[in-house]
């Protein structure tokens, strides 16, 4: 597991971004991992600029999604799809019909799931996963539990996290209250993993994820365990592991 510290948010995102760029150039039929949420906005963002200036290509990429939300269809303006569209797909010259998010409006979730595990074996697996995380630890919708996830499945989101969430909805009562998010096991298949932090809320868990032991109790925490996983955070994000490991 390998930490960068970078100045800023901004600085994260383009470190981010390059390392993506450099997955895309090397392999342009790659498949792609994809998160949602504030921390990598600032990544596509960046992305798109590499493709406006004629440095990358997307037209060979494939995605796939971490999660979305349970009742909420693409045309919803918080949803994952809408969310992708909107901060990448768009304005790069990817294919939409090789970009994927689970259906969080299927009649059978169970059934979603394992149809969405197929998906990903049959493209071969994830070359790259860009991961977020939850100040709980949470690493695509998989909560503090008991166990780790294997497979992708229907969550119940914790209060901590629809309260997160309740920022990009009209009030607290919109927040839906259920997920379908892959598992651990399916994020740990994923060849490499970017992790992207920022902000001091997180200090204690990107310790945690980092030196802590390794409990579903800190989803993230499995990511010990892989052999290609970066993490890249800002200096608030670091602030817990400068002060209690001297680095």
Same mark, same amino acid.
């Given at each position: 597991?390998?930490?960068?510290?970078?100045?800023?948010?901004?600085?994260?995102?383009?470190?981010?971004?390059?390392?993506?760029?450099?997955?895309?150039?090397?392999?342009?039929?790659?498949?792609?991992?994809?998160?949602?949420?504030?921390?990598?906005?600032?990544?596509?963002?960046?992305?798109?600029?590499?493709?406006?200036?004629?440095?990358?290509?997307?037209?060979?990429?494939?995605?796939?999604?971490?999660?979305?939300?349970?009742?909420?269809?693409?045309?919803?303006?918080?949803?994952?799809?809408?969310?992708?569209?909107?901060?990448?797909?768009?304005?790069?010259?990817?294919?939409?019909?090789?970009?994927?998010?689970?259906?969080?409006? &299927?009649?059978?979730? =169970?059934?979603?799931? %394992?149809?969405?595990?197929?998906? +990903?074996?049959?493209?071969? $697996?994830?070359? *790259? #996963?860009?991961?977020?995380?939850?100040?709980?630890?949470?690493?695509?919708?998989?909560?503090?539990?008991?166990?780790?996830?294997?497979?992708?499945?229907?969550?119940?989101?914790?209060?901590?996290?629809?309260?997160?969430? &309740?920022?990009?909805? =009209?009030?607290?009562? %919109?927040?839906?209250?259920?997920? +379908?998010?892959?598992?651990? $096991?399916?994020? *740990? #298949?994923?060849?490499?993993?970017?992790?992207?932090?920022?902000?001091?809320?997180?200090?204690?868990?990107?310790?945690?994820?980092?030196?802590?032991?390794?409990?579903?109790?800190?989803?993230?925490?499995?990511?010990?365990?892989?052999?290609?996983?970066?993490?890249?955070?800002?200096?608030?994000?670091?602030?817990?592991?400068?002060?209690?490991?001297?680095?």
């Amino acid at each position: 597991m390998k930490v960068i510290k970078c100045k800023d948010y901004t600085e994260m995102s383009k470190k981010a971004a390059g390392l993506f760029a450099a997955q895309i150039t090397m392999k342009p039929d790659c498949v792609l991992g994809l998160a949602t949420g504030s921390t990598p906005i600032g990544t596509y963002k960046r992305l798109i600029e590499l493709y406006q200036a004629g440095d990358l290509d997307f037209s060979r990429v494939k995605t796939v999604n971490l999660d979305e939300y349970v009742g909420l269809d693409g045309s919803s303006d918080q949803s994952y799809r809408y969310f992708m569209n909107e901060n990448l797909f768009n304005h790069v010259n990817i294919n939409k019909n090789d970009t994927h998010v689970p259906n969080g409006k &299927a009649a059978d979730l =169970a059934a979603e799931g %394992e149809n969405y595990e197929a998906l +990903i074996r049959s493209l071969g $697996g994830i070359d *790259m #996963q860009l991961l977020g995380i939850g100040n709980n630890g949470h690493i695509g919708f998989n909560e503090p539990n008991e166990f780790f996830d294997k497979t992708t499945h229907e969550v119940q989101l914790t209060e901590s996290t629809i309260t997160a969430n &309740a920022r990009f909805f =009209a009030s607290m009562d %919109e927040v839906p209250k259920t997920a +379908i998010s892959m598992g651990i $096991g399916t994020i *740990m #298949q994923a060849k490499k993993i970017i992790l992207v932090a920022n902000g001091s809320s997180k200090a204690e868990t990107i310790y945690n994820t980092v030196y802590g032991p390794i409990t579903p109790q800190v989803p993230a925490s499995a990511l010990q365990l892989h052999p290609d996983v970066t993490i890249i955070v800002d200096e608030e994000a670091y602030a817990a592991i400068a002060e209690k490991c001297g680095k």
